[in-house]
């Protein structure tokens, strides 16, 4: 079992940045390939940035590439959501999830464990 516990959402005016933190607990951290997803209101959840154990693949949606940097800290059983240059249509509610597996994937049905959610308001 793993409990996942997001942070650092809340409300920045567009084009600024926000960090998110996910703390993990419970089944070996670095097993687990790691995503964010977003959903915003009337909308599917969708994918946004996942990771593997050792960094080394990573993807991102097209709509936040060149803006949005996942990152990972073993140690601190810790994955990171850098987000620059925000757009109001980043606003939604950001998930952090964790697979039973080092591989990554885009697919959220692919995730066997989710966080609670944070909420991320972008103003225009």
């Known amino acids: 079992q793993v409990q996942l516990v997001e942070s650092g959402g809340g409300l920045v005016q567009a084009g600024g940045s926000l960090r998110l933190s996910c703390a993990a607990s419970?089944?070996?951290?670095?097993?687990?390939?790691m995503g964010w997803f977003r959903q915003a209101p009337g909308k599917e959840r969708e994918f946004v940035a996942a990771?593997?154990?050792?960094?080394?693949?990573?993807y991102y949606a097209d709509s936040v590439k060149g803006r949005f940097t996942i990152s990972r800290d073993n140690a601190k059983n810790t994955v990171y959501l850098q987000m620059n240059s925000l757009k109001p249509e980043d606003t939604a509610v950001y998930y952090c999830?964790?697979?039973?597996?080092?591989?990554?994937?885009?697919?959220?049905?692919?995730?066997?464990?989710w966080g609670q959610g944070t909420q991320v308001t972008v103003s225009s």
């Open positions: 990771i593997d154990w050792s960094r080394s693949s990573i």
């Open positions: 999830a964790a697979r039973r597996t080092v591989v990554p994937a885009t697919r959220r049905d692919l995730y066997d464990y």
């Open positions: 419970g089944r070996t951290f670095s097993n687990s390939a």
